[in-house]
């Protein structure tokens, strides 16, 4: 990530997993909230992005205390749910989009979930949690629009 | 507060009658430089003037500081001047007769330099430089250096014609945005560039009549290479990098192509219709003296975040083709 590459990223930092734990990455990052955003005394957030050999990605809130959110796994990790796996590839980071896309994705999560806590609602569609047998359909229009102009050919 | 714009045609114009000369400044100046041609070519001293710099090229931007003026002397006093000590003696005999005329004028204020007899009146903020010369052939002139006793060849007037020929190829817009290059200058300490290497820049890259976002967008990506190479002045006579260094061309390449990947992004931000988010651009490739695009609200950058991109100023935009595309996702949870 070049400087200057990713909006509000104020700092990083890369650890190296150890290659017998199952090798990978461990990214601190520091976001600070868009100007629209920061204008109302959002907060800078510190992510942490882990990213294991086999592309398999993680993302955690570092927030030191007690906050509420809206996506977020429950579980000793707590990771934030950034997409829904079974949503079509045109609505989901996969690994071939690379770092950048993935940081702009945590960093968006993030503003929204700030968004819920503050104003109780999620900003743009949301897919409704856990699972089941047919996978869970766009609900608007603009989802669906959204689907096609992202369309991967 | 600063000047808001929401479009990109309003901002540049905003910006650029910050740059353009004051009006009646512009016209005292010209008075002058009519008050002290009569009054030397009456002396016989003087067979014509003609000015040079970027004050008539009217690349200059304000504040006006100096004039420069080249006085041609009479043919008749050729023989005397063009001997040793020649330069000086023409810089003494101008000095005599303006003082004679204005007798508060002061002379050489700031030291005196090689071409220039420098004259400050007390009427006016700015002060006018007297270059003598002896005519040549055509349009050449032999200006005086009085450091090195000798006569100089110069194609001033032939720069004038050729910038004028440009100017008046794209309906007079060239001047200004050639102004709008050279305010790099001041926004950027490491592009010290002459500002004659900004008028050859914009001389190579700006050719037609183009709205003020394209020509600079055109310039600063011609001079992320150019910087790199030999850059002629608009004559195609002077290399105007020849005495830069290695380190010199990679930073001026550096710094150009950073400004020159955000013009691209404001104008493909323009051409997708986010006026605001483009003017947001230029604002940061300019500074604070360009004006603000109106305030993106909270809820609408919430909004636009959905899906599109986020730009190099942090505008969240509907469109993907801004700094950082933004792909749409639904958040979820397991359970």
Not at chain 2, 62 to 87: C, N, Q, S, W, Y
Request: hydrophobic share 40%; aromatic share 6%; glycine share 6%.
């Amino acid at each position: 990530m070049a400087d200057g590459d990713i909006y509000g990223l104020r700092c990083a930092r890369g650890t190296r997993l150890p290659a017998k734990g199952g090798a990978g990455v461990i990214l601190d990052l520091w976001l600070a909230p868009l100007p629209a955003l920061a204008r109302e005394g959002w907060p800078v957030e510190h992510a942490r992005v882990l990213v294991l050999a086999d592309d398999t990605t993680h993302a955690v809130d570092m927030h030191p205390g007690p906050r509420r959110y809206l996506h977020r796994n429950p579980g000793p990790l707590a990771t934030l749910c950034l997409q829904y796996p079974r949503d079509d590839a045109a609505l989901r980071w996969i690994p071939e989009d690379g770092l950048k896309p993935l940081v702009t994705s945590v960093h968006r999560h993030l503003m929204y979930e700030e968004a819920w806590r503050r104003t109780g609602r999620w900003p743009a569609e949301d897919a409704p949690h856990g699972d089941r047998k047919a996978p869970h359909r766009l609900r608007t229009p603009a989802a669906r629009q959204a689907q096609r102009d992202w369309a991967r050919t | 507060m600063p000047e808001t714009a929401g479009t990109v045609a309003g901002a540049f114009n905003l910006y650029d009658d910050k740059l353009n000369l004051d009006k009646s400044e512009r016209a005292r100046a010209q008075k002058r430089h009519q008050d002290i041609t009569a009054l030397l070519v009456a002396s016989g001293l003087v067979a014509l003037t003609f000015l040079q710099g970027s004050f008539t090229r009217k690349t200059m931007r304000k504040p006006l500081k100096d004039v420069d003026m080249v006085v041609v002397m009479a043919e008749r006093l050729r023989a005397e001047l063009d001997r040793p000590g020649g330069p000086a003696f023409a810089m003494a005999l101008l000095r005599d007769a303006v003082a004679a005329a204005y007798p508060s004028a002061r002379f050489d204020a700031d030291g005196p330099s090689a071409h220039a007899l420098q004259v400050t009146f007390p009427d006016l903020p700015f002060t006018f430089d007297l270059v003598p010369a002896l005519a040549g052939d055509g349009e050449i002139v032999h200006i005086a250096n009085r450091d090195d006793d000798r006569w100089e060849w110069s194609n001033a007037r032939t720069l004038n014609r050729v910038v004028s020929e440009r100017n008046v190829i794209t309906d007079g817009e060239w001047v200004h945005q050639v102004r709008m290059g050279k305010s790099f200058k001041d926004r950027y300490s490491d592009l010290d560039l002459c500002g004659l290497a900004f008028e050859a820049l914009a001389h190579d890259s700006i050719f037609v009549k183009r709205p003020h976002d394209v020509a600079l967008a055109d310039l600063l990506r011609h001079a992320s290479t150019a910087v790199l190479c030999k850059i002629l002045e608009p004559t195609g006579v002077e290399d105007l990098t020849e005495e830069w260094d290695d380190e010199q061309r990679r930073r001026y390449a550096q710094r150009f192509a950073a400004l020159s990947r955000q013009a691209d992004e404001a104008l493909r931000l323009r051409a997708d219709g986010s006026e605001a988010a483009a003017v947001d651009v230029w604002r940061s490739v300019f500074g604070d003296d360009f004006p603000a695009a109106p305030p993106q609200s909270a809820s609408d950058a919430l909004s636009a975040l959905a899906a599109g991109g986020i730009t190099s100023t942090g505008r969240a935009v509907t469109t993907p083709r801004a700094h950082q595309p933004n792909r749409p996702a639904r958040s979820w949870r397991a359970r």
